[in-house]
């Protein structure tokens, strides 16, 4: 692949991944961390970015999203990647990033309601996009990206040669803990799910350059994750940066959307707020983008599904919820992408370990059950479902259960447990020869 294409590809895996949580995120932290800034975000960037990288880099090591669940049965395969397609889809995060757009790009400059205009004309433009996947590098990667990072460095360079305050003392959570605190709050960003949705996109993009051999997938696709791991850190350090920045206006500021409006008011006058609609914008419209493609890639590999039929399903469906019933929608959907995310780190680690063998079958039905059971129990603890006496339970007896992760250490002890068990088999084999 040129360098040009390369670069291309990987400032579209940045766009596709920078939504408007991505930017709302980090002042939260920041503004919170204070003083103890750069460890906590230290701890973010390990689990909000990391994450994702490491599933990037396994998934082109694999060669395929599909061959993720491959050593699964067909029916727990299929189910996983449609509860996906669907949970970061139409259900959940398509309509998010629609809903966002408007309520900070648009509604600020609207007397009146406008949400269903708004949806329409969004919702075109991401179809007409979507419609060419073979172009999506050359519109994300070398249109719209460049302009939204010459956009993000026009407020990460007011924040650090003009700030419009100092760092303050860290509040209680980040006093002690500032890493720990960082850490949970990256993975919370559940950023390594969409990284597995969007590695069909990915990898279709690497395969429309001409790179096609396995061992030319996994080495461009390594780069392409360590370009999207160098810009996103860098992103979230100018917005962390900009929230631990901006006691002086955001000091009661009700979330990371608040305290960018205020931010960038303090430092723009009634330009920043164009600035930040912009941002905004952008950074959604690029999200959807992405998220229609991938959705349309699986149905046409997996059901030959027409692309074209797929992808207006998906934006129709999109436009819809967010219309008439984002709100109840995420109540069901948010339990199911708390859940998944661990299922599928949990298959990135298998597939890190055992490169999908169909041999292995009952490690990665075993790694996606474990996953399964303990992340339900971090998602009820997350959703402020479980008992109190069964939550103080846990505390003392399930390792990270606290840090919302209670799935890892069992998913481990599964995966050590089956390289063990082939380490063995390998040995026996090679005596008996």
């Known amino acids: 692949m040129k360098k040009q294409d390369l670069f291309a590809t990987g400032l579209m895996t940045f766009a596709l991944f920078l939504g408007a949580g991505n930017l709302i995120f980090p002042p939260s932290l920041g503004l919170e961390a204070g003083t103890n800034l750069f460890p906590a975000m230290a701890g973010f960037l390990i689990t909000a970015v990391g994450l994702p990288t490491f599933t990037l880099i396994v998934l082109g090591r694999i060669s395929s999203s599909q061959n993720l669940t491959r050593p699964l049965p067909n029916w727990m395969g299929s189910t996983f990647w449609v509860l996906l397609f669907t949970a970061i889809g139409p259900a959940f995060g398509m309509p998010r990033a629609v809903t966002v757009a408007y309520e900070m790009g648009v509604k600020p400059f609207a007397s009146s309601d406008h949400l269903m205009l708004f949806s329409i004309a969004f919702s075109?433009?991401?179809?007409?996009?979507?419609?060419?996947?073979?172009?999506?590098?050359?519109?994300?990667?070398?249109?719209?990206?460049?302009?939204?990072?010459?956009?993000?460095?026009?407020?990460?360079?007011?924040?650090?040669?003009?700030?419009?305050?100092?760092?303050?003392?860290?509040?209680?959570?980040?006093?002690?803990?500032?890493?720990?605190?960082?850490?949970?709050?990256?993975?919370?960003?559940?950023?390594?799910?969409?990284?597995?949705?969007?590695?069909?996109?990915?990898?279709?993009?690497?395969?429309?350059?001409?790179?096609?051999?396995?061992?030319?997938?996994?080495?461009?696709?390594?780069?392409?994750?360590?370009?999207?791991?160098?810009?996103?850190?860098?992103?979230?350090?100018?917005?962390?940066?900009?929230?631990?920045?901006?006691?002086?206006?955001?000091?009661?500021?009700?979330?990371?959307?608040?305290?960018?409006?205020?931010?960038?008011?303090?430092?723009?006058?009634?330009?920043?707020?164009?600035?930040?609609?912009?941002?905004?914008?952008?950074?959604?419209?690029?999200?959807?983008?992405?998220?229609?493609?991938?959705?349309?890639?699986?149905?046409?590999?997996?059901?030959?599904?027409?692309?074209?039929?797929?992808?207006?399903?998906?934006?129709?469906?999109?436009?819809?919820?967010?219309?008439f019933g984002l709100e109840q929608i995420l109540k069901v959907s948010l339990p199911a992408i708390l859940v998944l995310c661990p299922v599928a780190i949990a298959l990135v680690l298998a597939a890190f370990v055992f490169p999908a063998k169909r041999s292995l079958s009952f490690t990665f039905v075993a790694m996606v059950v474990t996953a399964f059971v303990f992340g339900g129990i971090d998602a009820l603890s997350i959703l402020g479902q479980m008992p109190e006496s069964m939550s103080a339970t846990l505390e003392q007896s399930l390792p990270l259960y606290n840090a919302h992760a209670s799935w890892f250490l069992p998913c481990v002890i599964v995966l050590a447990l089956s390289r063990l068990q082939s380490v063995k088999s390998a040995l026996q084999a090679k005596m008996a020869n």
């Open 124 to 323: 075109a433009v991401t179809l007409l996009l979507a419609f060419k996947p073979g172009r999506l590098v050359d519109y994300i990667g070398k249109i719209m990206t460049p302009m939204l990072i010459l956009m993000l460095l026009a407020l990460a360079c007011a924040a650090i040669f003009s700030p419009l305050g100092m760092p303050q003392a860290p509040t209680a959570d980040y006093q002690s803990n500032a890493m720990t605190n960082g850490l949970i709050q990256g993975y919370m960003t559940m950023d390594a799910i969409a990284a597995v949705g969007f590695g069909w996109v990915i990898i279709q993009a690497i395969g429309s350059k001409g790179v096609t051999e396995p061992k030319d997938v996994a080495n461009t696709s390594f780069k392409v994750a360590v370009i999207y791991a160098v810009l996103m850190s860098g992103c979230y350090l100018a917005m962390g940066y900009v929230g631990a920045t901006s006691t002086p206006v955001a000091a009661n500021a009700a979330n990371g959307g608040e305290i960018l409006t205020r931010y960038v008011a303090g430092e723009f006058g009634a330009y920043g707020q164009w600035l930040l609609a912009a941002i905004i914008v952008m950074a959604c419209l690029t999200t959807t983008v992405g998220l229609t493609n991938a959705c349309a890639e699986y149905y046409k590999q997996s059901f030959s599904a027409p692309f074209s039929m797929t992808a207006t399903i998906v934006v129709v469906l999109t436009g819809v919820i967010a219309n």
